[in-house]
């Protein structure tokens, strides 16, 4: 089994910043990508950004692309997302998640079902 935990939520104004934190333990040997994904109230759970965990490859949606930063740090687990230009529309709890799957079809990277692993989520409120 793999755990995950997200840290570095909090309330930031728009056009703030943050940065998030996920760490894994347990059985991380078997992680070959991490990724973010995001649920605001009423709204299904959305992709974010994912990283390779040996290579660093990554992709992000449309709506962070030019506006986050996704990064991993091997040697420590941890793996991170860097929020700039938030706006209102960001808020929402951000999920890690943890795929072993070597081979995700687009579709299946960009949802929910081609991840094993998922943390409890931090919140991310942006005020405007």
Do not use: H
Not at 8 to 17: E, I, N, P, T, Y
Not at 60 to 80: E, H, K, L, P, V
Not at 93 to 104: F, H, I, K, M, R
């Amino acid at each position: 089994q793999v755990q995950l935990v997200e840290s570095g939520g909090g309330l930031v104004q728009a056009g703030g910043s943050l940065r998030l934190s996920c760490a894994a333990s347990g059985r991380t040997f078997r992680i070959y990508r991490m990724g973010w994904f995001r649920q605001a109230p009423g709204k299904e759970r959305e992709f974010v950004a994912a990283i390779t965990w040996s290579g660093g490859v990554t992709v992000y949606a449309d709506s962070m692309t030019g506006r986050s930063t996704i990064s991993r740090d091997n040697t420590n687990n941890i793996m991170y997302l860097q929020m700039n230009s938030l706006r209102p529309g960001d808020t929402a709890l951000y999920y890690c998640a943890a795929s072993n799957s070597v081979y995700l079809t687009p579709r299946q990277l960009r949802g929910p079902g081609g991840y094993d692993y998922w943390g409890q989520g931090t919140q991310v409120t942006v005020s405007s």
